[in-house]
């Protein structure tokens, strides 16, 4: 036989969420039906075997057969629901073996294994929110990161202000040797910084007059 969807991996599933354990039986492409497919789910946690009969862990192994799907041939389902196989709602993990008979399987039988995690996740139509603690916390060290270095000893709101200026503010490229860049407040007259141009040795630039260069404001 080949081709089983239970053959390995992990699935990721909510804390309490119900979840159906399948796996899918084909033969040279073909869907295998009416065959018999058993699962033994065991808590990684502890180690103990889920009883789907009485709704309960055990010390023995248990095994259940799965349902062949009616509307879809050579594909077995059995659910689980998180919830009422754990009213408590912890995370853990749970390991499904799938085989052909509901005794330990034969090499021959076996049909794979996957690993079923619970976390609690965040569910649709769930609203995050951060504490008063944690939101200053974050000011405090982005301020922090934009204020290191600053060598003008403007203040954390100054300097993200400043940044926003030097990304969209008017830019001006003046005539002369000194002051030739100058960067302009929200009402693009008042001055807020200039820079000199220098070439790659650092002697002065000398901008003609009637060569002056401009950056409009950012749209």
């Known amino acids: 036989m080949a081709g089983t969807a239970a053959s390995s991996g ?5 804390v309490g969420d119900a979840v159906l354990l399948t796996v ?20 990684r946690s502890d180690g103990l075997f ?3 009969t009485l709704n309960t862990w055990q010390a023995s192994p248990f095994s259940q057969a799965l349902v062949e799907n009616v509307n879809v041939a050579g594909v077995y389902e059995l659910a689980f629901d998180h919830n009422a196989a754990e009213p408590a709602g912890p995370e ?12 330990a399987p034969a090499a021959d039988k076996f049909y794979g294994v996957v690993e079923y995690v619970f976390r609690n996740l965040a569910a649709p139509g769930d609203v995050m929110a951060i504490d008063g603690t944690t939101i200053a ?3 405090t060290a982005i301020w922090t ?41 929200d009402d693009d007259a008042t001055v807020l910084l200039k820079w000199n141009v220098r070439d790659k040795t650092g002697a002065a630039v000398g901008i003609p007059a009637g060569a002056p260069a401009r950056r409009t404001r950012g749209a």
């Open 10 to 14: 992990q699935v990721l599933r909510r």
């Open 24 to 43: 899918t039986l084909t033969k040279n492409g073909l869907p295998l039906s009416g065959k018999g497919v058993y699962a033994l789910l065991e808590r």
């Open 50 to 52: 889920y009883n789907w």
């Open 92 to 103: 853990d993990e749970y390991l499904g073996v799938f085989s052909a008979a509901p005794a």
């Open 137 to 139: 916390a974050i000011r």
């Open 145 to 185: 990161h934009v204020v290191a270095g600053n060598t003008l000893g403007l203040t954390a709101e100054v300097t993200l202000d400043l940044l926003r200026k030097l990304a969209n503010n008017r830019l001006e490229l003046t005539d002369g040797d000194t002051d030739n860049w100058v960067l302009y407040d």
